[in-house]
């Protein structure tokens, strides 16, 4: 981490050493373009000074500019020139787009900024492969193996929610139009950060000009603009007064919503000083801008106390600050207001001259489907998973929309897509960038469970996975776990065909474990097991939310019994086979607590007998899970019945959330039945950068196990409860809970990792 620290304080003093060299040629070169506009100018300009508002980059901080906006609509000041850096060039561009300002404040407050801040696409949107990962590590800590070793990821926030939040706050069809062909003029700025330049984009398209200008170094991935890789505009000018000035601004409203340095008691740690030398630089380069003001200019500085970069959940508060702050500026603004009807024209001048002639909106049969720049992945493969087919007829958001399904992939850093109309027809381009970072990774986790009592448990776990590694997409996966459970198993994973949902996976395994044997609820035995097997399976994908397998599995293990002690530990081995058939769907947002979508497993299995008079065993198991959201409250409802021909289910009750406060898996019988409602309300949330929401609730929960004489009935249930905190982190799913079975015990429980 302190590498990547240092490489980007090099390239931010690059970037500073290069940007006064940039400045004369970018005002000779906007001076030089103004002159040859061909758009006409608003029925104001003649009359009226000329004004810029500029807008500042500040991460969550720039949503002020919203509340700046609306002050100016109040005081009926109109704005004839939008610049723009980072989050100033996000809102400045949707506006210049022609969006209306309860339009900007609607998409705002309905966008989950907690998803875009996101390291990868939401878990319903991943491919199902990868949410299978979720269930085996639920940890979100991993590295990519290169030939020079291991790297962390190019970019703490993955790119598909981001691009789906700024497409969202553009007007339909304005995502490709050029920046110098909307009806408002609009510039944004952006920094080359192999060079230092600064880039000020002109006739770039806007969704790009918005994407490129927001690239936060480390937060954000960086963009290659005209074979440039350009990030955040905010490292070369974070308040570009100078480039308002060379587009003709007579008077310039500039918005400072920068982060302010840190106070010495807030600097406590070696990210808190490299932090603070980033935004050193950053704030010298706004000053420099601010200086450049003059007397009949306006500076604007929110009041965003307790509102950092991040805080994106704090929008209204952020929007209401920069409408108090202009309002208080309302003295030096009248001199530039105008009649509302004046106001009204000018208004509407800006709506029509960008929405006139919107390209892409209208619905057009696809004729041809490309993929460019691809390595290793099958190009086949790539068409099949966005679900688009020639002859389809879809608007160019539809078209883009079906491409960001290649992000659930997981080894896709970027994805272009060019879309161009041709007699009615339309030809699509995509071109991913494959991720140097995801085609050979390594994810670790950390497991631990304890009732604070006799039930103890902790894992250290890997998991490595391979992917495209023919032509075919194969992906060699493995699991490592090292602790009170011990674990290695690779699997190989081979569709069966380009784009083939069939596939065939075989695989091998080796684990130990302790087992406590129970009877009548009550503990007698502890045994060590040994098993390993291999497997080969033939499944079925359905698209990215469910999964059929058939399979045939030869097992061997090996039991000892190492309590009670005694001289002769006896001991036990067995040998077989088992064929089986399972069902799965998974459409769950989150597996640490879930708010959406559905997880159901069906599974049959049957090992055939091994003597004479001898039955088969056949054993079964249905469970369903289905989550739900009402406001800040969420939970889920749960169901699980498993069954076994003779012997003991398939699985046990006990442990938290299955009979809380019941010793864990000390409840069995040839039927096992269990039902359970979880709610809770959400009250707060984790720093992004360590994981997410943090909810309080509790559970009620209803099971048993039955023998063969025993009848399935209502009064033979145990019913139990539990109360817990939960937070979502990147190490996975941390609950603090404690429960307790009617007439029995009452346990505390502490869980990081699966717990369903």
Known sequence: MSLRLVYTIFCVLVLLASSAASKAQTQSEAQTELATRTVSPSPAQTHQPK????????????????????????????????????????????YAAGRSIGELEQIVRDTAWDRVLADRPARYDLDFRRKEEDVLLPSRIELAVTKNGFS???AAAGNAAL?????????????????????????????????????????????????????????????????????????????????????????????NVGTPLAKESEISSAFGVAQQMLQILTEQNVQRSIKELSSKDILIAPDLSGISFLDFGQHERAIKAGETATLAMSDKLKHLSVSAEQYAVIDQHRL???????????????????????????????????????????????????????????????????????????NVVIKPTESKSSRNRLRFGLELASDFSDDNRFALSMMHVASSLNSYGAELRTVAKLGSQRQFGTQLWQPLGDSSPWYLAPSVEFGGTAIDLFQQGKKVFRVNAQNSSGTIVLGRQFDNWGDLQIGVSRRFGKYNVILPETSEAPSARYYDTTQFVQFRIDTLDSLAFPVRGNLVTALWERSPSKGLGEPSLARSSLTGLSAFQAGDWAGHIYGEWSRSQRGLAPSSLGGFLRLSGTTADSLDGNSVLLGRVVVARRVGDMPTTVGGAIRVGFSAELGGGFGTDQALRFGNLKQAGSAFISMDTRFGPLYFGAGATRGGNSTAYLFLGPVW
Do not use: C, W
């Open 51 to 94: 004004v810029a508002l500029v807008l500042s980059g500040g991460g969550a901080r720039g949503f002020a500019h919203i509340g700046v906006l609306r002050a100016l609509r109040a005081q009926r000041v109109p704005v004839d020139i939008v610049v723009g850096t980072s989050m100033g060039a996000v809102v400045g561009g949707a």
């Open 152 to 154: 962390l990821p190019p």
């Open 163 to 255: 691009e789906h939040a700024l497409t969202r706050l553009l007007p339909q069809g304005m995502r490709d139009r050029p920046i110098n062909q909307l009806g408002l003029p609009f510039r944004s700025v952006a920094s080359d950060l192999l060079t230092g330049e600064l880039v000020e984009m002109r006739d770039t398209p806007l969704f790009l000009s918005m994407r490129a200008s927001l690239a936060v170094p480390g937060v954000f991935a960086p963009v290659r603009l005209h074979q440039r890789l350009v990030v955040d505009g905010g490292l070369v000018s974070n308040l570009p007064v100078e480039l308002a000035r060379a587009m003709g601004a007579d008077v310039v409203i500039a918005v």
């Open 352 to 426: 029509e001259a960008s929405n006139d002639g919107q390209g892409g909106t209208k619905p057009l049969p696809i004729a041809k489907i490309d993929i460019q720049g691809n390595q290793y992945i099958n190009p086949a493969t790539l068409v099949t998973q966005t679900g688009l087919q020639k002859g389809q007829s879809l608007t160019s958001d539809q078209i883009r929309q079906a491409t960001t399904r290649l992000y659930g992939r997981g080894d896709i850093d970027n994805i272009e897509t060019d879309i161009t109309d041709i007699d009615g027809l339309r």
